[in-house]
């Protein structure tokens, strides 16, 4: 982390300004601590056009500060390289055009160590800005700094499940985390409750004043019909018992465009699973690959890597089907509602689309969410790779229904007579 430059009497900074500096420089240094858990070469690899290398995470992340934060609101800003505007823009039309995507692990210059110059450059820049600002420089770019933060957690967790896939891929099957002791393995998931509900009028999105992303709000009454959900994930033995079952076997089961997935990506099992006998890394029972390496299938552990397709299938294998997202948010809510988050983003019966009333941020920031809603699902949740703090029961994850390098599970649910 950059060190934050010394204050005099005359730039302390108030209480709310030293704790959002706080928070987003511990932030930006776990972006560095993930990182610093790869080489430099594992840092420039792209290993599919979905994904991007770490080392373009990094970069990203800064150039977002610089472009949204520093450039319109800190006086004489200089960019550390105008160059880079091109090479680290994602998809901000307002902002000027980018190197295409796919191509981003072509991008061997700049190299790993001006990237991270260019992250202290921007680290170093926003601690003075939070120093220097004036009263009103600071109101209008406080929100921005605050979805700069958030901007940069859902980059930590691409950094994990972009170089996972990445290793996937890799014969050597390399663990990005220390691989540490195998747990004892569960030989069956806690039994599952259904969290019964008699349905009528509740209330979904994020509303009071802490962070949200655009595409929370407003909050907004909703009607749910009579259902249950289940008190936790689908489990990796539960999953395998559909597998054993000829689940992907039975075009009866799938949705049309899942069952033309599954055929043509050859999908006999969920990504990342190893089956008995895989050369790769030969074993008598499944394995599954993850951020410690290569471990025995947990049967008790909550299935991930699974696309909105997969679940689906599954869901109809277990006479059950998929939870609508308002069913989701209202159940975290309430007594008995288990494994909401840290273990995997779950997948929803909820296509991405707009809450009534909705309006995008204004400015460059209004492309963060509104453009991509249409031909994605609702994911909730979080995952074990999402940072600390950076969940909560409003949050509208989404992915293409056939994206399965995420880790994704599901929870089921069911429908009641009324």
């Known amino acids: 982390m950059p060190a934050v430059p010394a204050r005099t009497p005359d730039t302390t900074l108030n209480e709310d300004r030293q704790a959002l500096l706080d928070r987003l420089l511990a932030v930006r240094a776990e972006s560095l601590a993930r990182a610093a858990r790869l080489t430099p070469e594992d840092q420039c690899v792209q290993s599919m056009p ?13 150039w977002f500060f610089e472009a949204v934060v520093l450039a319109p609101h800190q006086p004489g800003y200089r960019a550390f390289d105008e160059r880079f505007a091109h090479l680290f823009n994602s998809y901000y039309e307002s902002l000027g055009p980018r190197h295409p995507r796919p191509q981003r692990g072509l991008l061997t210059r700049p190299g790993h160590a001006e990237v991270l110059r260019f992250r202290a450059h921007v680290d170093e820049a926003l601690a ?7 009263a009103q420089a600071w109101a209008a770019a406080e929100p921005l700094l605050a979805l700069g933060l958030q901007h940069e957690q859902q980059h930590q967790e691409l950094m994990y499940t ?29 039994p599952l409750r259904w969290l019964d509900h008699a349905g009528g009028v509740a209330a979904i999105g994020h509303e009071g004043s802490g962070f949200a992303f655009d595409n929370e709000r407003p909050r907004h009454p909703v009607m749910l019909a009579p259902h249950a959900i289940a008190d936790r994930l689908v489990s ?3 999953y395998a018992a559909f597998v054993a079952d000829g689940g992907y076997e039975r075009a009866s089961l799938w949705l049309s465009d899942g069952w033309a997935a599954v055929q043509q990506g050859g999908w006999r099992h969920p990504a990342y699973w190893i089956a008995p006998g895989d050369p790769r890394a030969p074993a008598d029972h499944w394995q599954v690959f993850g951020l410690h390496g290569v471990r025995p299938l947990d049967p008790g552990e909550p299935v991930m890597q699974l696309s909105f397709y ?26 008995g509602f288990r494994q909401a988050a840290s273990h995997a983003w779950q997948w929803t ?70």
């Open 128 to 134: 003075r800005f939070a120093q220097e600002a004036g």
């Open 310 to 335: 997969e679940a689906m299938a599954y869901a109809e294998w277990a006479g059950a089907r998929l939870p609508t997202e308002a069913e989701w948010e209202h159940a975290c809510a309430g007594p």
């Open 236 to 238: 990796c033995g539960e």
């Open 349 to 418: 019966r909820s296509a991405y689309e707009p809450y009534p009333g909705f309006r995008p941020w204004a400015g460059a920031v209004g492309e963060y969410n509104g453009k991509f809603m249409v031909g994605q699902q609702v994911l909730r949740g979080a995952s074990l790779a999402t940072p600390a703090g950076h969940a909560r029961p409003t949050y509208r994850n989404f992915f293409p229904p056939a994206a399965r390098w995420q880790f994704s599970g599901l929870r089921l649910a069911k429908d009641l007579a009324c």
């Open 50 to 62: 979905d994904a991007s290398p770490t080392k373009w995470h990094l970069a990203h992340t800064s």
């Open 162 to 190: 972009d170089i996972l896939h990445a290793f996937w891929c890799n014969p050597l099957l390399p663990a990005v985390l220390p691989a540490g002791p195998v747990a004892s393995l569960a030989a069956a998931p806690a």
